[in-house]
C-alpha cells in the first residue's frame, strides 16, 4: 500500500531510483511534465516533476518493474 509521497516501504529507493530511470526516459521520448494538473502550490524544494512524480500510483507500477521474478500481471486500486 502507498500513499503519495511517503518513502516507509522497505524498498523506498529502490521505488525512487526506478521512479527516476522511468522519468528519464520518458524525458528522452520527449515527454513534457504538465503543470495544469497541479492543484495546489508547489512548495519549498519542489519541483513540477518531484509533485508529479511521486503519486502512490507512480510507486506501486515502479515496485512492480523492480520485483524479480516480474510479476505477469499487476492491478492498481485507487481510493478516492
Known sequence: QFTAHDNS????SEIDSE???????????????DSS????EIKDG??????????SEKKAIALNFIQRPVPKFIQIAKNL
Open 37 to 40: 494538473w497541479i492543484t495546489r
Open 9 to 12: 516501504h522497505p524498498q523506498a
Open 46 to 55: 519542489e519541483t513540477i516533476q518531484s509533485v508529479l512524480c511521486g503519486h
Open 19 to 33: 521512479i527516476g530511470r522511468m522519468t528519464s526516459e520518458l524525458i528522452q521520448h520527449g515527454y513534457k511534465f
